[in-house]
């Protein structure tokens, strides 16, 4: 291997020092891509390893060029973070990326003055084109300073053949400290127009997505290896129905001990042959995004599906035996607080295994955003998000037109214990389902639970 010395840094987003992370997906996207392209790299992650590690990797390994993935949570204590590797590593290039510097751009770079650029969208191009010294104005997608000037080179083309870039194998990451389902990311973009979401902003308005034979030889590799967990993180999982039965089909005919998970898929994209589907190719796990119980709040979300559509949706998947999680967002323009009690009354009604209730988060670059400036919001810098408990905070920085800033706080802080009711209800019926059983057999319990015995 030859070229500058590489060091991918993670930082610290886990919420409890005991919480085990997944393997951050887009970081092993730049490391493979790295190492595709012969440039030696460590990776530092400190979401299961400690900042020392990090020090003694920066005067050990002596790294030309340090990649940080930034993410909006607690991105204060990142860029504290980044101060301290710079004092580390003086002659370092510092390059940071992600989901948070796609969003903020511009105020990113001003946020924090030690990183040197910034990869705007999809990485694993720019980045291996500055490790290798390309003249940075020459680089598309690069945020970059000119004297006291934060300069943009330009938008960056998404790459259109997904299945081209090479799937993370996770060299040189501690992949036992992950939980060990393996995370799968099939496709990028989002082509909807919720008005929260930044998603479009930070991977396109064009979906995009690999074969289905990608898939299976990603999964392949990893049963090879001992994996028998996977999660698919996609934003739109099952957009293209007919990759998703290609998918299951092939997975099914292989006969693995594998299951899986889709951690974002659309109510409207679900029926009842594709959700069966799903069930034989052993899907064990659906997260849906519900936002609202109210369709006049569906519709200022701009989410593009009714509550019929996301109720028959919830209602096929629970009854079929799937681990349902659930995802409301409280604040939303024109929200009462009887459109959250509907909401309330929602996330009861079916055996779902976790609900979370999100409080609207005004992302930059999203028309929210804009919305929020107007209602009042007033950003403690420009970076402008709610930094600690990102989205989950019970805070309210700005007066909601649907309800007062105080009953929207009492919304969320009641919305806290309804998630804890569902969680400890899911988990009794988790236990009676292995009693049953037990007691009973498997096929009792595929009866009473629509689940594998």
């Known amino acids: 291997m030859s070229g500058p010395r590489v060091l991918l840094v993670s930082p610290d987003y886990r919420d409890t020092p005991d919480e ?39 005067k050990e390994f002596r790294p030309e060029v340090v990649g940080v993935r930034l993410i909006s949570f607690r991105q204060q204590a990142a860029y504290e973070l980044l101060a301290r590797i710079r004092r580390a590593a003086p002659a370092a290039l510092i390059v940071a990326g992600g989901p948070h510097l796609t969003a903020d751009r511009e105020g990113v770079l001003r946020d924090c003055g030690v990183i040197d650029l910034g990869v705007v969208g999809e990485g694993e191009e720019a980045f291996v084109e500055i ?32 299945d081209a870039v090479p799937f993370p194998t996770y060299t040189g990451f501690l992949v036992d400290r ?8 099939s496709s990028r973009g989002c082509p ?30 990893w049963v090879g290896r001992g994996a028998r967990s996977f999660v698919f993180n996609d934003s739109n ?3 293209d129905r007919v990759r998703v039965e290609a998918f299951c089909r092939e997975v099914s005919e292989r006969g693995w001990d594998i299951n899986f998970a889709a951690d974002g898929i659309r109510a ?6 594709l959700l069966r589907l799903m069930r034989a190719a052993r899907f064990w796990r659906l997260a849906i995004g519900v936002e609202s119980a109210s ?20 209602a096929l998947a629970t009854a079929l035996g799937f681990e349902v999680i659930l995802f409301f967002i409280v604040g939303s323009p024109g929200e009462t607080v009887a459109d959250v009690e509907a909401s309330f009354a929602f996330a009861k009604r079916y055996p779902v295994a976790n609900v979370f209730f999100f409080s609207m988060t005004p992302i930059p670059g999203t028309p929210f955003h804009e919305w929020a400036l107007e209602r009042g919001y007033k950003p403690k810098s420009s970076g402008r998000y709610l930094d600690e408990r990102f989205g989950f905070s019970d805070r309210v920085e700005f007066e909601p037109d649907g309800m007062t800033a105080l009953e929207a706080r009492q919304c969320l802080a009641r919305a806290r214990g309804l998630e804890r009711r569902i969680r400890a209800r899911a988990q009794l019926r988790r236990r009676l389902r292995g009693l049953v059983r037990r007691v009973f057999g498997a096929g009792a319990s595929r009866r009473l639970y629509g689940r594998p015995g």
């Not at 992950?178 to 990311?185: G, K």
């Not at 369709?295 to 919830?314: M, N, P, S």
């Open 268 to 273: 409207d994209h679900l029926d009842e042959p």
């Open 295 to 314: 369709d006049r709040v569906l519709a200022r979300l701009r989410k593009g599906e009714t509550l019929a559509q996301i109720e028959k949706a919830v």
């Open 131 to 162: 490790v290798r010294g390309a003249p940075v104005p020459g680089i598309a997608g690069v945020l970059h300073r000119e004297g006291a000037e934060v300069r943009f080179t330009g938008a960056r083309a998404f790459i259109a053949d997904l």
């Open 237 to 239: 999982f099952a957009i």
């Open 20 to 58: 085990v992370p997944s393997l951050p997906v887009g970081l092993g996207y730049v490391a493979r891509s790295l190492e595709s392209a012969g440039v030696p790299y460590e990776v530092s992650d400190l979401n299961v390893e400690p900042e020392e590690e990090l020090l003694r990797r920066l």
């Open 178 to 185: 992950y939980d060990s389902a393996i995370p799968i990311a």
């Open 192 to 221: 909807y127009g919720c008005i929260f979401c930044g998603a479009p902003r930070i991977l396109g308005r064009k979906w995009r997505s690999r074969s289905a034979e990608a898939m299976v030889r990603e999964v392949g590799w």
